[in-house]
């Protein structure tokens, strides 16, 4: 071990070098990612399995959702995972103001996109059209059109929740970027933050078109 | 060797916050030992009182319905709460950064992070309890789950917040293994308790989580009546079973590889014999890891799935007896010419071999299609279940605790309790669940509360039997916890091991070796050394 690596930002006792550290975090991150992959698998599962045995009621519930919001949603989400690569390349030229000023706009994005999906669980809330014994909405056709809409809610949730939580890890890390924390030598969390806002993007690029766009 | 107390890691730093806010991978697995250690307490107590109530048909000591709780509190609290966290995190965490070479785990705070979730998770469970626990059996089926007023949602909120106790310490090891290995310690090098942990990772990984939205779609079931699971709103009963076994079936050998694991050391150690089959071993881990996830439906042949499905499943169980069976014979060979110290690790260590090979074969049984429909949900899956679960893991969790005790705290127990305990707990072992075969082959069905008349004589040998089970258990307990006050001081290196952990000192220094080990002989290399012990290295 040399001087250099001892005395390396945030090289925790236990790693000999940073290049060690860093290659650990990652890794540890992507089997994160695997474990929330499988998280999600079994709701994709089972919206599978519904839609298979009702295909004509997810056809139909499908329409009452707001395609077009879907669509905002999309685009607001993919130009938060570009403002987010940014955020990183910033860091990685040493650029502080640069970081912050990404993962803010990242975290507007973020924001952004739960208002949209606020105004459509609202609506979707005012007209009853609601997860299991909570469904009152009549004018959908076909078996059991509660089930589309607690599959669309949970799916859709635990998402926002995920949003949630990246916002969270956005913001600590904005904290840490404008005090000065990182810099082009050691950024791995703002690099692992990045790969999970990625993960939650691509998440909503399944549930775009298996929700909204059915048919 | 030195009288002076050295600074190890038990001692320093001092104090119980010290203890608390620990990031030291040993003090780690200790903390789940004690936390672990005491649900198994909790577990086996509810096992003594479904055993005594099965003394006598009808109306005994408790009402069908504390019964059902008491069952299910045992059945949860052991699989939840004792066996899946019981070797990997206690064992595995003391043991597998100094089996490497390795400072810590790679992330110590996680580690501990994975402990105060557990105890959160226990926390859950015991309000459960108190609010007169759940009545569900361990599997929490729908649609039953979704309409007992019992306290379903505390025990499967307790059992999801668990998952994530384990997802954590997978992913830790996963890590740790890639990236922390000492100079010189190549993969085909690793201890193959180190491999086994690696296979049980992987299954941690990946079938947790599925468990986690399962519980969670359960608990929006019942709180909410979403209608997933609940066939009147078009749901489905059967997905919650494909749901939860999808987990389960794989969680039954993150029980298992890691006392696999360990049985490997044990074989190898005790017969002082270089261990046969390194790489077969090795990859058997994975093979069963990688067939675990193919084998759910087996639990569900009598649940409505198709017949071709069943087939199918039924044929891929059989497949898991391969790589089994490979470990197996391999072990065998390693004893075979070996020159076999008959020390307490290695008494439990042969215990496994041949309680798990019963408990592996009577599984056969119940893979085929049509035994199964004569045998599910009767007293001989309760005994093949134990036999590999309580004959399996936790006699291979005996043997390791008996083989790293030294380690853990420098001191050694009392050889001739020991055994006394062995004798108990092997023998009472086998009259317990034995006698359950039989039962359960002539048609008593489980979980049931009363039984005709014809069953109460094999009902009381099996109670006699888990009564001695619970006497070697206490005697464990006793000589165990005497040791840490009384013990002789252990050497470094008691049984003349080859892995790193016993290269330093016991109880080890707080970063586990004075300077980084660099590995270059085997770690199974016994042919190459003296067979004559010397105690201390």
């Known amino acids: 071990m040399n001087d250099h690596s001892i005395n390396h930002p945030g090289l925790a006792h236990h790693f000999s070098t940073p290049q060690q550290q860093k290659e650990s975090a990652k890794l540890g991150l992507w089997i994160f990612l695997v474990t929330e992959v499988l998280l999600f698998g079994g709701l994709f599962v089972a919206y599978g399995v519904f839609r298979a045995w009702n295909p004509e009621m997810f056809y139909n519930a499908h329409r009452s959702l707001n395609v077009f919001l879907g669509a905002l949603n999309t685009v607001i989400l993919i130009s938060s995972s570009v403002t987010m690569a940014l955020a990183i390349r910033s860091i990685q030229l040493d650029d502080q103001p640069k970081t912050v000023r990404f993962l803010i706009a990242t975290i507007i994005l973020a924001a952004a996109f739960l208002v949209v999906k606020y105004f459509e669980y609202n609506h979707k809330i005012h007209l009853g059209q609601l997860p299991g014994k909570f469904y009152t909405f009549r004018g959908i056709e076909g078996t059991n059109p509660h089930l589309f809409f607690t599959i669309y809610f949970a799916m859709t949730g635990l998402h926002a929740l995920h949003i949630i939580g990246g916002m969270s890890v956005l913001i600590w890390l904005t904290l840490k970027t404008s005090r000065g924390r990182f810099s082009a030598e050691y950024y791995t969390p703002v690099e692992l933050a990045g790969l999970y806002w990625h993960f939650v993007d691509l998440v909503w690029i399944y549930l775009f078109p298996l929700l909204y766009l059915i048919g | 060797?030195?009288?002076?107390?050295?600074?190890?890691?038990?001692?320093?730093?001092?104090?119980?916050?010290?203890?608390?806010?620990?990031?030291?991978?040993?003090?780690?697995?200790?903390?789940?030992?004690?936390?672990?250690?005491?649900?198994?307490?909790?577990?086996?107590?509810?096992?003594?009182?479904?055993?005594?109530?099965?003394?006598?048909?009808?109306?005994?000591?408790?009402?069908?319905?504390?019964?059902?709780?008491?069952?299910?509190?045992?059945?949860?609290?052991?699989?939840?709460?004792?066996?899946?966290?019981?070797?990997?995190?206690?064992?595995?965490?003391?043991?597998?950064?100094?089996?490497?070479?390795?400072?810590?785990?790679?992330?110590?705070?996680?580690?501990?992070?994975?402990?105060?979730?557990?105890?959160?998770?226990?926390?859950?469970?015991?309000?459960?309890?108190?609010?007169?626990?759940?009545?569900?059996?361990?599997?929490?089926?729908?649609?039953?789950?979704?309409?007992?007023?019992?306290?379903?949602?505390?025990?499967?909120?307790?059992?999801?917040?668990?998952?994530?106790?384990?997802?954590?310490?997978?992913?830790?090891?996963?890590?740790?293994?890639?990236?922390?290995?000492?100079?010189?310690?190549?993969?085909?090098?690793?201890?193959?308790?180190?491999?086994?942990?690696?296979?049980?990772?992987?299954?941690?990984?990946?079938?947790?989580?599925?468990?986690?939205?399962?519980?969670?779609?359960?608990?929006?079931?019942?709180?909410?009546?979403?209608?997933?699971?609940?066939?009147?709103?078009?749901?489905?009963?059967?997905?919650?079973?494909?749901?939860?076994?999808?987990?389960?079936?794989?969680?039954?050998?993150?029980?298992?590889?890691?006392?696999?694991?360990?049985?490997?050391?044990?074989?190898?150690?005790?017969?002082?014999?270089?261990?046969?089959?390194?790489?077969?071993?090795?990859?058997?881990?994975?093979?069963?890891?990688?067939?675990?996830?193919?084998?759910?439906?087996h639990h569900m042949f009598t649940s409505g799935q198709s017949d071709l499905a069943s087939m199918i499943f039924s044929f891929l169980t059989f497949l898991v007896a391969i790589p089994s069976g490979i470990k197996v014979f391999n072990w065998l060979a390693t004893l075979y010419k070996g020159s076999i110290s008959f020390e307490t690790p290695m008494l439990y260590g042969l215990s496994f071999l041949f309680l798990f090979t019963v408990g592996g074969l009577t599984g056969m049984f119940l893979g085929a299609l049509a035994t199964d429909v004569h045998l599910h949900d009767t007293y001989f899956i309760v005994a093949h279940f134990h036999y590999v679960m309580f004959g399996g893991t936790v006699m291979a969790f005996f043997g390791g605790l008996h083989y790293w005790w030294p380690k853990i705290w420098g001191k050694i127990y009392n050889k001739t309790w020991a055994l006394v305990a062995w004798l108990f707990t092997f023998v009472g072992f086998n009259i317990t669940f034995f006698t359950q075969f039989i039962l359960g082959s002539r048609g008593m069905p489980r979980r049931y509360y009363s039984y005709p008349a014809k069953y109460e004589g094999l009902h009381e040998i099996s109670t006699i039997g888990s009564i001695v089970l619970g006497v070697g258990m206490l005697i464990m307990a006793i000589y165990l916890i005497a040791s840490l006050f009384r013990g002789r001081s252990a050497p470094a290196n008691p049984w003349n091991a080859l892995t790193l952990e016993w290269q330093t000192d016991s109880p080890p220094p707080t970063a586990n070796f004075a300077a980084t080990p660099v590995v270059t002989g085997g770690f199974y290399d016994y042919d190459k050394v003296s067979p004559n012990p010397k105690g201390d290295s």
């Open chain 2, 1 to 297: 060797m030195e009288t002076a107390i050295k600074n190890n890691y038990l001692n320093s730093p001092r104090g119980i916050l010290s203890w608390l806010t620990t990031l030291d991978h040993k003090r780690i697995g200790i903390l789940y030992l004690a936390s672990v250690m005491f649900s198994f307490l909790l577990g086996g107590i509810f096992a003594l009182l479904i055993r005594i109530k099965l003394l006598v048909p009808g109306e005994f000591l408790m009402s069908a319905e504390a019964y059902n709780r008491v069952f299910t509190l045992h059945g949860a609290i052991m699989i939840f709460l004792f066996i899946i966290p019981s070797i990997p995190a206690t064992l595995g965490n003391f043991a597998l950064p100094m089996m490497i070479g390795a400072r810590d785990v790679a992330f110590p705070r996680l580690n501990l992070a994975s402990w105060y979730i557990y105890v959160a998770g226990a926390v859950f469970a015991v309000y459960s309890m108190v609010q007169g626990g759940a009545d569900t059996g361990w599997t929490f089926y729908t649609p039953y789950s979704t309409m007992t007023t019992s306290s379903v949602i505390s025990m499967t909120l307790g059992a999801f917040i668990l998952g994530f106790s384990s997802i954590f310490t997978g992913l830790n090891f996963i890590v740790t293994i890639h990236k922390l290995r000492a100079p010189g310690l190549t993969w085909f090098k690793l201890p193959l308790f180190v491999w086994a942990l690696y296979a049980t990772a992987i299954i941690q990984i990946l079938a947790t989580p599925v468990l986690g939205i399962t519980l969670l779609l359960l608990i929006l079931e019942r709180a909410f009546s979403i209608g997933v699971f609940n066939p009147a709103m078009g749901g489905d009963p059967v997905l919650y079973q494909h749901f939860f076994w999808f987990y389960s079936h794989p969680a039954v050998y993150i029980m298992i590889l890691p006392a696999m694991g360990i049985v490997s050391e044990l074989v190898s150690v005790f017969s002082h014999k270089k261990i046969f089959g390194y790489k077969a071993i090795a990859f058997s881990s994975f093979g069963i890891a990688f067939i675990s996830f193919l084998v759910w439906g």
